[in-house]
């Protein structure tokens, strides 16, 4: 067994340690890398098989991307969260491509697609815990479908302006224009014209590469939360 | 083990049962119910736990229902597939309501939740099965979302109308203009004024209550496909 502080650690984030047997976890030990990356770094793309992605500390971003390079954020992954997709091979039935990448400088392990495929075949707890992240990143897709599907626009930038605010606890947020319309998979001039009737409505104060949110009720109100 | 003729096909048709232990199979077997149930039946909605359905034969559609009563197909069911989200509580993280109806008429089988629950906590390959089934749906509904960012509604249209004429086996699509949208997830007019432009282009024929598709190569370029 691996006794390194950072390996340490691991046992501790990786919420199945304990039911895992004392051979799986030398196996797991001998077999994950630590590793620290960079705002900005691509972490995966299309149908590589990188393997499981466990934040230590950061944040990631799922997205999907059209032909044309257009975006849409699918999810977010934060401390202590476990990416499943960006080892799409451990699952035959997994065919679409999310590219993953690093929205804060982060510190994460991997764990090797094929030790972990091989923990899920022995392993009904790892298992059951894969079908857990699924069905948790599952009901976050289903959410945003509903969001695209039911809410305009406005209801749109306005719940993603709230959660910005709530994910970097404070309300001045450094983001630009091209940024939101990315998460959001619309285009850049539609999420200005957007910010501008917000800020005439008294909810945001737009400066140079920030937007601050300046009416947080009325924001809540617009966005339906 | 119960050894009626349809239980004995539940056998042959419920793919993992070779790989249950003796036990297992007895469970299952004094278990299951066999049902017959009309087109346009309500099988499921919200978060009731219904338990798994099994189609021996017919066709069900899962879609999602905005609070106005908006529809958007997710997914379609057919011979041998098996319905999870008919049965959200054997995951916790199963956080999203989603209707299924049967389509057709439909023959088949439901597994009860607590049931099954209790065999993928033991059986890795229960387990395993079902993230293969929930990798699969989600693969859909990521296209769906593809779909829905990335495409314009005459693409989707045109994907929609060559789909039902596989599924169906005919280029005389008896369907009204209100569940094309229906699945679609946009409103009647919207359908109406694409059909009648297919029909302008020599694509389409319209009629009460039926579409023709009579240039299919045209529709399938149109589609992208």
């Given at each position: 067994?691996?006794?390194?502080?950072?390996?340490?650690?691991?046992?501790?984030?990786?919420?199945?340690?304990?039911?895992?047997?004392?051979?799986?976890?030398?196996?797991?030990?001998?077999?994950?890398?630590?590793?620290?990356?960079?705002?900005?770094?691509?972490?995966?793309?299309?149908?590589?098989?990188?393997?499981?992605?466990?934040?230590?500390?950061?944040q990631l971003r799922?997205?999907?991307?059209?032909?044309?390079?257009?975006?849409?954020?699918?999810?977010?992954l934060?401390?202590?969260?476990?990416?499943?997709?960006?080892?799409?091979?451990?699952?035959?039935?997994?065919?679409?491509?999310?590219?993953i990448?690093a929205?804060?400088?982060?510190?994460?392990?991997?764990?090797?697609?094929?030790?972990?495929?091989?923990?899920?075949?022995?392993?009904?707890?790892?298992?059951?815990?894969?079908?857990?992240?699924?069905?948790?990143?599952?009901?976050?897709?289903?959410?945003?479908?509903?969001?695209?599907?039911?809410?305009?626009?406005?209801?749109?930038?306005?719940?993603?302006?709230?959660?910005?605010?709530?994910?970097?606890?404070?309300?001045?947020?450094?983001?630009?224009?091209?940024?939101?319309?990315?998460?959001?998979?619309?285009?850049?001039?539609?999420?200005?014209?957007?910010?501008?009737?917000?800020?005439?409505?008294?909810?945001?104060?737009?400066?140079?590469?920030?937007?601050?949110?300046?009416?947080?009720?009325?924001?809540?109100?617009?966005?339906?939360?």
């Open positions: 067994m691996i006794s390194d502080p950072i390996s340490i650690e691991f046992y501790e984030y990786f919420p199945i340690w304990n039911q895992l047997t004392p051979r799986q976890q030398e196996k797991v030990a001998a077999k994950i890398s630590f590793h620290t990356v960079k705002k900005g770094t691509m972490l995966h793309s299309g149908m590589d098989c990188t393997g499981l992605l466990l934040i230590r500390t950061g799922a997205f999907i991307l059209s032909r044309e390079g257009r975006e849409v954020t699918i999810y977010r934060f401390d202590r969260d476990i990416c499943l997709f960006s080892a799409p091979c451990v699952l035959h039935s997994i065919q679409f491509d999310v590219t990448m929205e804060k400088d982060t510190e994460l392990w991997v764990i090797p697609a094929d030790v972990y495929k091989q923990l899920m075949e022995q392993s009904a707890v790892v298992s059951n815990y894969t079908n857990e992240i699924m069905a948790s990143r599952f009901s976050e897709v289903m959410w945003l479908m509903e969001q695209i599907m039911w809410h305009s626009m406005d209801k749109r930038v306005a719940s993603f302006l709230l959660e910005e605010a709530a994910i970097e606890n404070t309300s001045l947020l450094h983001i630009t224009h091209e940024s939101i319309a990315n998460h959001l998979g619309t285009h850049r001039e539609v999420v200005t014209r957007m910010l501008r009737y917000f800020q005439s409505e008294g909810m945001t104060k737009l400066s140079r590469g920030t937007v601050e949110l300046t009416d947080m009720t009325k924001l809540k109100i617009l966005s339906g939360t």
